[in-house]
T-cell receptor, first 112, second 115 residues
């Protein structure tokens, strides 16, 4: 059974810092990995999608890497802003390409 | 990007009543939609996979007679919580699979409170 873990569970940083969120998964037979953002009481916004054959994806200040063999992904946020405050979730899709298994999430707070 | 709409965003009901939540893909067709449940400060747990024109596939431990799912068209799936009880109070989120790269798009979620 796939298990996805995110470290740290919570993170508080001053504005402007670069930061790294970690995601690890136990079964490397994944189809893809997605990073999501969730604001309190809201649904999920997809940030980045990495296919199993890719090693990284970039969008603006966000960069996500994938090391499938070691079961790890990182989300790098450059020059963090208060508007980045949210819960960040990673999720992996099994080899069949359908079901997502979500990580436990990292609650990020960027302070002025 | 693709848009998925959920309705209602909030619903309060009395114990014993049934509540229907709709999930629509607004600008794409989705043969597969997913329903998740999220408790406070916890991650999303997949409840069931909704397939257009066929029966939903439920995850272990999810009562199919309690959580009725209907996927009658390529743009609409509904989740009905039957005979709701306070322990059913939760945040329910749907997602739809786009046709490019298998990316999933999520609705805004529906907060159910059962009194």
């Amino acid at each position: 059974k796939q298990e996805v873990t995110q470290i740290p569970a919570a993170l508080s940083v001053p504005e402007g810092e670069n930061l790294v969120l970690n995601c690890s998964f136990t079964d490397s037979a994944i189809y893809n990995l997605q990073w999501f953002r969730q604001d309190p009481g809201k649904g999920l916004t997809s940030l980045l999608l990495i296919q199993s054959s890719q090693r990284e994806q970039t969008s603006g200040r966000l960069n996500a890497s994938l090391d499938k063999s070691s079961g790890r992904s990182t989300l790098y946020i450059a020059a963090s802003q208060p508007g980045d405050s949210a819960t960040y979730l990673c999720a992996v899709t099994a080899g069949g390409g359908n079901k997502l298994t979500f990580g436990t999430g990292t609650q990020l707070k960027v302070e002025l | 990007g693709a848009v998925v709409s959920q309705h209602p965003s909030r619903v309060i009901c009395k114990s014993g009543t049934s509540v229907k939540i709709e999930c629509r893909s607004l600008d794409f067709q989705a043969t597969t939609m997913f329903w998740y449940r999220q408790f406070p400060k916890q991650s999303l747990m997949l409840m069931a996979t909704s397939n257009e024109g066929s029966k939903a596939t439920y995850e272990q431990g999810v009562e199919k007679d309690k959580f009725l799912i209907n996927h009658a068209s390529l743009t609409l799936s509904t989740l009905t919580v039957t005979s709701a009880h306070p322990e059913d109070s939760s945040f329910y989120i749907c997602s739809a699979m786009g046709r490019v790269n298998g990316e999933l798009f999520f609705g805004e979620g529906s907060r159910l409170t059962v009194l």
